[in-house]
Each structure stands twice: as C-alpha cells, then as structure tokens.
C-alpha cells in the first residue's frame, strides 16, 4: 500500500524516465532500442521496473504510465526520422497485460502513431506469452488489428510461459525474443542450449524473426548466430543509456 501511494506521487511528480538499449543485427550494426522504464526517486535513486510494475499493474497506474511510454517512444522515433543516419531504427516498447487488455489499448496505440507522424513499422510492441490467458481469440484479433495498423510485434520472454505450439502458430507475431534465463548460460547448460536452439528453429519454421536478449559475452553471441539467430541485445553491446549517452553512444559509432 505504501508503494502505491508512493508511484502515485511519483507519477504526479515525473519521477519516471525511460533507458534505451540497443538492438543490434548480424553485422553488429544497431538496428533499434528496447525502451525501458525506471523510477528515479528522490531518496533511492534509480529503481528498476521489476521493483514496481507489479504494483504499478494492481493499481492501474500502468495504464497511463504505459501510454506515457508509448507516446515518449513516438516522439523519439519522430526526432530520429529527421536524420538520415537515424531513421531506420526501431523503439520496442513492453506492454503488460493489464494494458494490453484495456478496450482503448489499439486506439491508443493508433493516436501515439499518427500523433508523432511516424511509420508504424518503426514502433516494436513486446508482448508476454500471458496474454493467452484471456483466450486466444480476443487475443488474436487484438494483435490482428495491431497488425493492420503496421506496428511490429515481438514475444518477449519467449520460453518462460505456457503458450502451446498451436497457439503460437496463430499469432500474428513478427518476432519471438529468447528470454535472457536461456541465454545465461547457453554455453554450459546442454538444456538451455537446446532450448535457445529450439526457439530459434521455431522462429525460422514459423517465418519470424528472433532476438536474443542478456547476451553478455561474444561467445554467447557466436553460439547463437551458429545456430541462426541474427539479432542480439545485451551488455557485450551497450546496458540501457539515459537518451543523452545513447545518442553520445551511437555518434560514436559512426
Ligand atoms: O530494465 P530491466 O531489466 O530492469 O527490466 C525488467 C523488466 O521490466 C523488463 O524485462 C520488462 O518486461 C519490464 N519493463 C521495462 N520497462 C517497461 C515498461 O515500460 N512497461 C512495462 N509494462 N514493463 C516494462
Ligand atoms: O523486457 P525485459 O524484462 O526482458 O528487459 C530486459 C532487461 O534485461 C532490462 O531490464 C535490462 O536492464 C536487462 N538486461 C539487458 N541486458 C542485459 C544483460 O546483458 N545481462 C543481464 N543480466 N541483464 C540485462
Ligand atoms: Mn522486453
Ligand atoms: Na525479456
């Protein structure tokens, strides 16, 4: 109770900022970012999401945090369109069930888009295998008019959940994310070797696209392009930046 009352003033106050941490490709280029959500609060400093979206969730205060970030991640996107060395990056922006499941969550989703201007494609949903919970085909034709719309989608912490095969044959997913839990220690534990090589199998079966997050170490990284997953995020790459040392970050890159 004490936290609710808390992220309410927070909320009030602008306690909230978003990270960025870079997705890269096959060529190691970074083809976008994961946003993420951290508390900045006055006493504690930076608090990390884990600490606080459950109760952010239970009090419904993820729903307009959440717009906040999908039409923070709008904006950012609408400023890198200007630049030609910036234009074709992404922003994936995590979307909790609770959010997910509020009738307003597409029409939301529509008016950040055509409010910022920018290209659909460009803006990344990451969704949790939770979702099915509510039945597939609420589900299905939820995602479906996502799809329409243009926006990409991602299964985020693909692995840890419950989905059937079938069920998954039936999204209208773009792209299924390797939970960092598998990634950990791929090198040394035959079982989540062969889970990471499973997912992306999967992935390529299915006709989707596949990224692997907590990558950490550039053996990690080879193992799992040896396997085909071509697209990574992790520290070996860069840890979420503040948007002024992301961009630092990606000038220095070029
Ligand atoms: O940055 P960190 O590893 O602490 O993030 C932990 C988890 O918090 C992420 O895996 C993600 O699922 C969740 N998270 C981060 N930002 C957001 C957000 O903006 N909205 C929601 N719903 N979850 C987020
Ligand atoms: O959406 P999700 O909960 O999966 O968010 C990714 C989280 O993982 C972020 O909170 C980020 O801070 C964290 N993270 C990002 N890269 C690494 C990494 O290489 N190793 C570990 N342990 N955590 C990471
Ligand atoms: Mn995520
Ligand atoms: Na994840």
């Not at 409010?115 to 494609?121: K, L, R």
């Not at 696209?209 to 550039?218: C, L, M, Q």
Request: net charge negative; with cysteine.
């Amino acid at each position: 109770a004490a936290l609710a009352a808390d992220l309410r003033q927070a909320w009030r106050e602008n306690q909230f900022l978003i990270d960025y941490q870079p997705q890269v490709g096959p060529d190691g280029r970074m083809t976008g970012v994961e946003a993420l959500l951290r508390w900045d609060h006055p006493e504690r400093g930076r608090v990390g999401p884990d600490h606080f979206i459950p109760t952010a969730e239970e009090t419904s205060l993820i729903i307009p945090i959440g717009r906040w970030v999908l039409e923070s991640a709008c904006a950012q996107l609408a400023q890198w369109a200007k630049r030609p060395e910036r234009r074709h990056l992404s922003i994936a922006v995590n979307v909790s069930v609770r959010q997910f499941r509020h009738p307003d969550f597409v029409d939301e989703v529509m008016h950040a888009i055509a409010h910022a201007g920018i290209e659909p494609q460009k803006l990344k949903l990451e969704l949790t295998e939770s979702l099915l919970a509510d039945g597939i085909e609420v589900t299905v034709a939820k995602m479906g008019s996502l799809k329409e719309m243009g926006v990409t989608l991602s299964l985020d912490d693909f692995g840890m959940g419950y989905s059937s095969l079938s069920y998954l044959k039936r999204l209208p997913l773009d792209q299924l994310k390797i939970d960092r839990e598998f990634v950990k220690e791929v090198l040394t534990d035959a079982n989540d070797a062969a889970i990471a090589r499973t997912i992306i199998g999967l992935a390529q079966s299915l006709g989707l696209g596949v990224i692997a997050e907590g990558v950490e170490t550039e053996e990690q990284r080879a193992f799992l392009a040896a396997q085909g997953c071509p697209a990574y995020q992790g520290y070996l790459f860069c840890k979420p930046l503040p948007i002024a040392e992301l961009e630092k970050f990606m000038a220095a890159m070029e």
